[in-house]
T-cell receptor, first 112, second 116 residues
Framework: EDQVTQSPEALRLQEGESSSLNCSYT??????LFWYRQDPGKGPEFLFT???AGEEKEKERLKATLTKKESFLHITAPKPEDSATYLC?????????????FGKGTSLLVTP | GAVVSQHPSWVICKSGTSVKIECRSL??????MFWYRQFPKQSLMLMAT?????????EQGVEKDKFLINHASLTLSTLTVTSAHPEDSSFYIC????????????FGPGTRLTVT
């Protein structure tokens, strides 16, 4: 059974203080690791998809990396508007319906 | 970017009544749609996978007779919560997978259901 574990559960940063969020996964046949941002009361907003170890993707202050066991979401010089819950999800070959299996998320708060 | 809409965005209903939630992919075709529920401060839990023109596949523990799913077209899936009870109160989110780009999953804005 696929497992996705995110850490930390919550993270508080000062504006400009860079950090990383972790997503550890155990799947049989990774078919994609996804990062989403979710604001309170809204649906997840797509950020990145990574497929193979060593792959990296960047978008503004965010950079996602992938190894065979985990993914990191690096946030460089965050701003208060980066405050949100960041969700990691995996798609695997064990799931014939191709649904994404989500971790519990990391709640990020960036203070001025 | 691709857009998925949900209607209604929030609904309050009385215990014992049924509520229908619509999920539409606005600018792409979605052979497969997914329904999730999310309790406060928790992650998304998959309820069922909806395939156009066929029966939905439900996750273990999700009652198919209580949560009726219909995916009648490539752009519309509906979730009907039948005989709703207060414990069904939750945030329901749909996701649509782009038929032409199967690696793309887009999420709706969610529907807040409150059963009184």
């Amino acid at each position: 059974e696929d497992q996705v574990t995110q850490s930390p559960e919550a993270l508080r940063l000062q504006e400009g203080e860079s950090s990383s969020l972790n997503c550890s996964y155990t799947v049989s046949g990774l078919r994609g690791l996804f990062w989403y941002r979710q604001d309170p009361g809204k649906g997840p907003e797509f950020l990145f998809t990574l497929y193979s170890a060593g792959e990296e993707k960047e978008k503004e202050r965010l950079k996602a990396t992938l190894t065979k066991k985990e993914s990191f979401l690096h946030i460089t010089a965050p701003k208060p508007e980066d405050s949100a819950t960041y969700l990691c999800a995996v798609r695997s070959s064990s799931n014939s319906g191709y649904a994404l299996n989500f971790g519990k998320g990391t709640s990020l708060l960036v203070t001025p | 970017g691709a857009v998925v809409s949900q209607h209604p965005s929030w609904v309050i209903c009385k215990s014992g009544t049924s509520v229908k939630i619509e999920c539409r992919s606005l600018d792409f075709q979605a052979t497969t749609m997914f329904w999730y529920r999310q309790f406060p401060k928790q992650s998304l839990m998959l309820m069922a996978t909806s395939n156009e023109g066929s029966k939905a596949t439900y996750e273990q523990g999700v009652e198919k007779d209580k949560f009726l799913i219909n995916h009648a077209s490539l752009t519309l899936s509906t979730l009907t919560v039948t005989s709703a009870h207060p414990e069904d109160s939750s945030f329901y989110i749909c996701s649509a997978r782009n038929t032409l780009n199967s690696a793309s999953y887009y999420f709706g804005p969610g529907t807040r259901l409150t059963v009184t």
